[in-house]
């Protein structure tokens, strides 16, 4: 019983994790951020609350946050955005833009 509880114990520790990073984000008002999904003429097809890690005076916060996000799509075009909102700062990031766009069957 005990070397199952050392086991596991060690196992805990191990844990591996990747690494923050940080990358270029277009940031702006909800016309800015719009004007994109509405020049693609894409609809929302998901929603959802992401835990975010955002960057503090000293790096980054300790704490995530609660933000929501949407992912638009063309499915004609098959083009797509995904946005993110900070409503501290009534300001609308998209994240990822891109094209060839499609669904999986998970398999």
Excluded at 13 to 29: D, E, N, R, Y
Excluded at 45 to 58: D, E, L
Aim: glycine content about 6%; some cysteine; charged content about 15%.
């Amino acid at each position: 019983m005990y070397r199952w509880i050392a086991a596991l114990c060690v196992l805990a520790g191990t844990a591996h994790a990747g690494q923050l990073q940080t990358k270029p984000v277009i940031c702006g008002s909800e016309q800015e951020a719009f004007a994109t999904v509405q020049i693609q003429n894409q609809q929302l097809i998901y929603k959802a609350t992401q835990i975010t890690t955002v960057k503090s005076p000293t790096g980054f916060a300790a704490d995530p946050i609660l933000l929501p996000v949407s992912i638009f799509m063309n499915l004609d075009k098959k083009t797509y955005t995904i946005m993110e909102y900070h409503p501290r700062f009534a300001m609308y990031c998209i994240i990822s833009f891109g094209n060839q766009g499609e669904f999986t069957s998970g398999d």
